[in-house]
């Protein structure tokens, strides 16, 4: 177990550390994209299939579902954001840890809802005093469903709390997560936020926690 456990770490370890060569990856890619397009086009043009047609379809629709960001407004909403929340974290969160922060924090909490009912992204924040200098944001709960990730909803989420906390004279935003998640961690970097401890085997699975601090001022 110890040993299998290791090995996981190792493993995320190196795959942290090739972070710089995916992205030269990603780079070369983008810069090969009009030779893609081009070999598309001529393939499509020759023998155009109904499977390709049907998978560029899906596509579209998937990317034009428009996205509009709420407040959390009232209580019917909660079981929106557990579901979707619940789904991901590693960490099972109570009704009433919900609750502390959702009702006493509302206006740090926003929806993101592709549809009336079909909450796909939510973020639950609080702002207290902290050494009693500081007024401190602190992003507790972040979740996009996973069909909906990689189109901004997450930083736009994110952007929406800050602003609330901004609005609230917040000098500081932190938070916690897994020192192995990856999609996480590059969320938070794109938007300043730096490294500031490691927390060992914060999360009931063992796992390291990075904790991550914005200064707002
Ligand atoms: C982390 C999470 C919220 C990101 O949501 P998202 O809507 O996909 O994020 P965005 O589209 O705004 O992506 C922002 C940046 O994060 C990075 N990113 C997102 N998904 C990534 C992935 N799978 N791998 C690597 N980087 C990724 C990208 O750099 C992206 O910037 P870019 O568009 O310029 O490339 C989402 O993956 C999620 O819900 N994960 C499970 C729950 C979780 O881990 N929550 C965070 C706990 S603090």
Redesign the pocket.
């Known amino acids: 177990m110890v040993q299998a456990m290791a090995a996981i770490n190792q493993q995320n370890q190196l795959g942290m550390e090739n972070t710089s060569d995916?992205n030269l990856q990603?780079d070369n890619i983008s810069e090969e994209k009009p030779d893609i397009e081009h070999e598309k086009s001529k393939d499509e043009a020759a023998d155009p299939t109904d499977e390709v047609a049907d998978l560029v379809a899906n596509v579209s629709i998937a990317d034009q579902t428009p996205i509009a960001y709420i407040q959390y407004s009232d209580e019917t909403q909660m079981p929106l954001i557990m579901r979707l929340?619940q789904k991901?974290?590693s960490e099972p969160y109570s009704i009433y840890t919900y609750r502390y922060f959702i009702h006493n924090w509302p206006n740090l909490c926003f929806l993101a809802m592709a549809g009336e009912d079909n909450c796909v992204?939510a973020i639950v924040c609080k702002l207290d005093l902290h050494k009693k200098v500081a007024r401190r944001g602190y992003?507790a709960?972040?979740?996009?469903?996973?069909n909906?990730?990689?189109?901004?909803?997450?930083?736009?989420?994110?952007k929406k709390a800050i602003e609330a906390m901004v609005e609230d004279d917040a000098d500081e935003v932190v938070?916690?997560?897994?020192i192995t998640?990856?999609?996480?961690l590059?969320?938070?970097e794109?938007l300043g936020f730096v490294r500031d401890k490691r927390l060992f085997r914060y999360y009931l699975n063992g796992v390291d926690a990075s904790r991550l601090k914005l200064w707002l001022r």
Do not use: C, F
């Not at 938070?175 to 897994?178: I, P, Q, S």
């Not at 998640?181 to 996480?184: G, T, Y």
């Open positions: 995916q990603v929340i991901d974290l992204g992003i709960m972040l979740a996009v469903d996973s909906y990730r990689k189109r901004s909803i997450g930083s736009t989420l994110v938070l916690e997560t897994e998640n990856k999609p996480a590059k969320l938070y794109n």
